[in-house]
């Protein structure tokens, strides 16, 4: 069976709230996802992520827009009527169920003849690393083995998409690294369109073709993990994807040659060729911690700043620095041959003419 895309058009959901009255979870949202595509939905508590994962399931019905799974229009359609494998975030496994029973419970839904079930349980649960374990228990297992059976249950019916909610936030933080390779694995090999959801922007970043941003119902920007580290539209994504700094700056020339700015009385060039930005503009200056190069006051032109604060990681040093009214965080890679600095020592920042994104002030 070859994969097939999922798309929703203009999609909206509203919920009554005890003290707000009628609130929007998801306002408008048009998403495309390609056939054997992993798109991870990314965004804190609240913004709309869960809900529209549950309005492409069918556990939700949106009161505006369309739901596609391929070129069916499956809005109007039941949960059991769409084809679809879900992950739960609690696994929801039968406690009184062994795993051949929990995993077969979707295949007996089905009036699968008996012989076709034994089959396609033995073959999944060898697929997932678990042959042997069909008299086991779910109180038999460990976390890890759990999330197995529930994706083993989600592919052993065959289903034309995967949905995962938040499928590892259960796990410990070892384990969460560990499976998520396990399941990159399992949908390339299975060449299976996903939609993922989680809060967690590493995990994202970790599995993902492609990310989609919510904030409050919307979604903000789409991109590789690449485009959204490097090039985000707006600072809550830039404050979102990864570590960052914001540092406030004014535009003293703009041309083909880049962008000057003055930053605490400093000028410093960057390359950003997306910013359309004028003489005299105040932008914000979007700053990963690994880009800017920390040196000894004297060694020429640079942005002063004061050390704060610092913390040695073995091959890496963090540094807290004062510059002007900002305070960045720096992170200073092989400090033993670049040297140390203590707090309370001034220091010359360097800046990278590359790698630096400039957005208009205010923007959200």
């Known amino acids: 069976m070859s994969a097939v895309g999922i798309r929703i058009e203009r999609v909206s959901k509203r919920f009554a709230h005890r003290v ?3 609130v929007y979870a998801v306002r408008d ?80 839904v089905q009036r699968q003849p008996e012989g076709n079930i034994t089959r396609a349980v033995s073959d999944v649960l060898h697929l997932i690393g678990l042959q042997g374990y069909e008299r086991q228990f779910p109180n038999q297992l460990s976390g890890g083995e759990q999330q197995r ?14 949905l995962f909610d938040e499928p590892l936030s259960n796990l410990d933080a070892k384990l969460r690294v560990h499976m998520r390779g396990e399941l990159r694995e399992l949908q390339k090999r299975l060449d299976i369109t996903a939609v ?51 540092l406030a700056g004014r535009v003293v020339s703009a041309g ?67 510059v002007g009214t900002d305070l960045l965080q720096v992170t200073s890679y092989n400090p033993v041959q670049r040297g140390v600095f203590p707090p309370g020592q001034q220091v010359m920042l360097r800046f990278p003419i590359e790698g630096i994104q400039l957005l208009p002030e205010g923007s959200a």
């Open 149 to 162: 059976v529930a994706l083993a249950r989600a592919i052993v019916i065959r289903p034309r998409v995967l």
């Open 196 to 246: 993922y959801v989680t809060h967690d922007q590493e995990e994202a970043m970790a599995i993902s073709d492609r990310i989609a941003v919510m904030h409050q119902g919307a979604i903000v920007q789409e991109g590789t993990a690449e485009d959204l580290y490097r090039r985000p539209a707006s600072e809550f994504v830039a404050q979102f994807i990864g570590r960052t700094n914001l």
């Open 256 to 322: 083909a040659g880049g962008v000057e700015l003055d930053v605490a009385g400093q000028r410093i060039r960057v390359s950003d060729g997306s910013a359309r930005v004028t003489v005299g503009q105040t932008v914000r200056l979007v700053v990963r911690p690994e880009v800017v190069e920390v040196r000894p006051q004297d060694s020429g032109p640079g942005v002063p700043g004061t050390i704060v604060s610092r913390t040695l990681l073995g091959e890496k040093a963090e540094y807290q620095i004062r």
């Open 20 to 22: 707000k009255g009628e």
């Open 29 to 108: 949202v048009s998403l495309t996802v390609q056939p054997a595509e992993l798109l991870t939905l990314l965004g804190p508590s609240g913004c709309g992520k869960t809900t529209t994962l549950r309005m492409i399931a069918g556990f939700e019905q949106p009161d505006a827009g369309r739901v596609f799974i391929g070129e069916q229009d499956v809005t109007g359609l039941m949960a059991n009527q769409r084809n679809i494998g879900f992950v739960f975030q609690n696994y929801a496994l039968f406690p009184h169920l062994s795993v051949f029973e929990n995993v077969a419970y979707g295949l007996r």
